[in-house]
């Protein structure tokens, strides 16, 4: 996809949100907002591309990149302080165009979590950035600080919804929340083996399939059914691509809002790369 696309599906995503916004919202009044160089579209368009420009860091691709070789396509860019001012603007806006990009359930859905780590093990102590918002957590690697991004795909790996809780936090809890447009099977590993949450989902039409732990007692499967479950790798292969390309696990985030922007931007261009998913 072409950075004339990107922008051209921000924006009337854009544009159409603010027209739904300001049609429920009254007359705004009080002191004038300085108008920036950039317009919304313009912002989100810029933190999205980031992800898909193959930069380590932020603040080298936006001067050394978009300052140097995009000033035709975004001629009122302003410095790299100035941008980072205007990101927390677009947070909401980012996410209501995350969601517009979801795919659509397929009946054959894959659900799993993966570690958000926000410092390093020996700076819990003294991290205050995510102070009273992270959590220690524990995964199959060992203990972590940090939050867990839980999610389901469809079995072409388009992301069908998307939930950030703290690291503490049981991965079967936000199930129920993610599943509510889901329908057909639901495959898991065994950390959400749960009688109540399979009964609570077969409620909402949607069967949950896991294997079994080694201490339960053996239970016939369809063969279809243990199949499915060994094409999890599709949704371990996105968690992968998320962290490794579109990078949204690092220590370095100075703000809750920053945070939040990175994470939302490298979905999205997840969910905009022609071949972001396994076949």
């Known amino acids: 996809m072409s950075l004339l696309e990107l922008f ?5 995503v854009y544009q ?19 108008q920036a160089g950039l317009c919304t579209s313009e912002i989100m368009t810029i933190l999205i591309h980031f992800h898909q420009a193959h930069y380590r860091h932020f603040k080298a691709y936006y001067e050394q990149h978009v300052l140097k ?29 995350a969601l517009t990009c979801c795919g659509q359930c397929s009946g054959v859905s894959f659900v799993d979590s993966t570690v958000l780590r926000v410092c390093h093990p020996r700076r819990i102590p003294r991290h205050k950035v995510f102070a009273g918002m992270a959590a220690r957590g524990k995964s199959s690697t060992g203990w972590f600080f940090g939050f867990k991004l839980h999610l ?43 009688k109540p949450l399979f009964t609570a989902l077969v409620k909402q039409g949607l069967t949950l399939v896991t294997n079994l732990r080694s201490s339960m007692k053996n239970k016939l499967v369809p063969l279809h059914d243990k199949l499915m479950l060994r094409k ?7 968690n ?37 998913h396994p076949n």
């Open 8 to 12: 051209c599906d921000v924006d009337d």
């Open 16 to 34: 159409q949100l603010a027209r739904q916004q300001a049609n429920g919202l009254p007359a705004r009044t009080g002191q004038a907002v300085r």
């Open 69 to 97: 070789h995009l000033r035709r396509e975004f001629p009122g860019a302003m410095s790299y302080s100035r941008f980072i001012s205007l990101v927390p603007r677009v947070v909401l806006w980012l996410w209501a165009y």
């Open 152 to 194: 389901v795909v469809n079995d072409r790996g388009d992301i069908l919804a998307f939930h950030v809780t703290p690291g503490n936090v049981d991965d079967r809890q936000p199930v129920p929340r993610l599943a509510r447009h889901l329908f057909g099977k639901l495959f898991g590993d065994k950390g959400y083996l749960s």
């Open 232 to 238: 999890r790798w599709i949704i371990e292969t996105i």
């Open 240 to 276: 992968d691509q998320l962290k490794n390309i579109s990078q949204i696990e690092h220590t370095r985030h100075r703000s809750p809002v920053n945070f939040l922007v990175n994470l939302l931007a490298g979905l999205v261009a997840y969910m905009w790369q022609p071949n972001g």
